[in-house]
């Protein structure tokens, strides 16, 4: 009954999923600053234990769910009112409530994108379980390039699981066959891994991270081998542009290193929601799918 009068009222779902992504883009703000303080301080316990020192005692606990957000310059705790994605934002005019002190742009941004993704998403595939897994995919590769363009990583407790979803998902056919995603994430890793090794033995520099590899091989689990070849190839071009964007317009120095994982998932989501449309009208990309 529900599944019928979200599919006939299109505008309830996508409205009431943009709210949904509205709200879990606040909580992906907080991921997105926690989460790598998270693995820096795990890695720090396991080199503590490898050399048998103590390890540095945490006072409260830290995790992506304690303490309360709240601004790193006075401490001042969020209440739940400051807390409305992009509203409160707007509301504060972008500053805290107690010292004034700015308040980033890129929260508000971060909800507004994840929650404008979540509503497109929704409009496309519609009510059922892959819009389920849609977004999931859509809420992770928003973490994951917000958190490479900040730290260049791409956590495994992101990665793998997306791995695992897309396999469970299309064990049930839900957006390729399984055949089709199994070796989707097996070329996924394989190529990028190729890749790295390759360029490692020529130049003796690292030109990617293991995350990468794991990343393209959740979306070669989730889309199929086939597509790996449009993805990597508009990864590419948006890559291009990014980067020369940021050196024209931003004096960007040519030598820092460029994460590559935003760029990954920016172009499997877009060949995601628009893959079959891209191959209609490229023809290089039709013969690859």
């Not at 407790?157 to 897309?166: E, H, Y």
């Not at 091989?217 to 889309?223: D, I, R, S, T, Y």
Request: net charge neutral.
């Amino acid at each position: 009954m529900l599944q019928e009068t979200l599919n006939q009222n299109a505008l309830i779902l996508v409205t009431g999923t943009c709210i949904l992504g509205l709200l879990v883009g606040s909580f992906l703000n907080v991921v997105i600053h926690r989460l790598p303080k998270l693995m820096q301080a795990e890695w720090q316990r396991d080199c503590c234990e490898l050399l048998e020192q103590p390890a540095p005692k945490q006072e409260a606990p830290y995790n992506l769910v304690f303490p309360n957000s709240h601004c790193p310059n006075c401490k001042h705790v969020i209440r739940a009112w400051e807390n409305i994605p992009v509203i409160s934002w707007l509301f504060l005019r972008g500053k805290c409530s107690n010292c004034k002190n700015p308040i980033s742009k890129r929260y508000p941004l971060v909800e507004l994108a994840t929650g404008l993704l979540s509503a497109y998403a929704a409009y496309t595939f519609g009510f059922g379980w892959p819009l389920a897994l849609v977004l999931l995919l859509t809420w992770s590769l928003v973490a994951l390039t917000m958190i490479d363009a900040d730290t260049q990583l791409l956590p495994d407790s992101i990665t793998l699981p997306l791995i695992w979803a897309g396999l469970i998902a299309n064990y049930f056919g839900l957006f390729t066959s399984f055949e089709d995603a199994f070796w989707g994430a097996i070329a996924g890793y394989l190529s990028l891994w190729s890749v790295f090794w390759l360029f490692k033995l020529v130049t003796g520099k690292e030109g990617m991270g293991y995350g990468d590899f794991k990343l393209l091989a959740a979306l070669g689990a989730f889309m199929g081998w086939q597509w790996l070849i449009a993805i990597i190839i508009l990864s590419s071009l948006v890559g291009a542009v990014i980067g020369i964007a940021g050196i024209l317009i931003y004096g960007r120095d040519k030598n820092v290193p460029i994460p590559f994982g935003p760029y990954l998932a920016i172009a499997g989501w877009i060949v995601l929601i628009w893959g079959d449309a891209i191959a209609h009208h490229v023809p290089m990309l039709a013969a690859f799918h």
